[in-house]
């Protein structure tokens, strides 16, 4: 049987529950949340690891590249290297999944 499905968490819905959270203007909730993940993301096309205690990790790697087939006319494709990220949640986050 399977899980059924929730509707994802939005930007927005983020930045209603800080507003609700803080009392600040969703205005200034919004801006904050884009600086945090302009500095998240340029972090990472830098190489390096984000880590936000309690929270998770990111840590962009680069998954090595591979030869594979294609089944309808057997040909070889080359598929290369490429930048990905990784996440690993924090204790808390891993406690509240898995209790």
Same mark, same amino acid.
């Given at each position: 049987?399977?899980?059924?499905?929730?509707?994802?968490?939005?930007?927005?819905?983020?930045?209603?529950?800080?507003?609700?959270?803080?009392?600040?203007?969703?205005?200034?909730?919004?801006?904050?949340?884009?600086?945090?993940?302009?500095? *998240?993301?340029?972090?990472?096309?830098?190489?390096? !690891?984000?880590?936000?205690?309690? #929270?998770?990790?990111? /840590? %962009?790697?680069?998954?090595?590249?591979?030869?594979?087939?294609?089944?309808?006319?057997?040909?070889?494709?080359? *598929?290369?290297?490429?930048?990905?990220?990784?996440? !690993?949640?924090?204790?808390?986050? #891993?406690?509240?999944? /898995? %209790?």
């Amino acid at each position: 049987m399977s899980k059924p499905t929730l509707p994802n968490t939005t930007k927005a819905d983020l930045v209603d529950a800080a507003t609700d959270a803080t009392g600040f203007i969703p205005h200034d909730i919004n801006a904050v949340l884009d600086a945090i993940t302009t500095k *998240i993301i340029t972090s990472m096309t830098e190489g390096r !690891r984000v880590e936000i205690r309690r #929270f998770g990790t990111f /840590n %962009p790697v680069i998954r090595k590249g591979r030869i594979v087939r294609n089944l309808n006319s057997g040909a070889d494709i080359e *598929i290369p290297d490429r930048n990905i990220v990784k996440f !690993r949640a924090g204790k808390d986050v #891993f406690e509240l999944l /898995n %209790p």
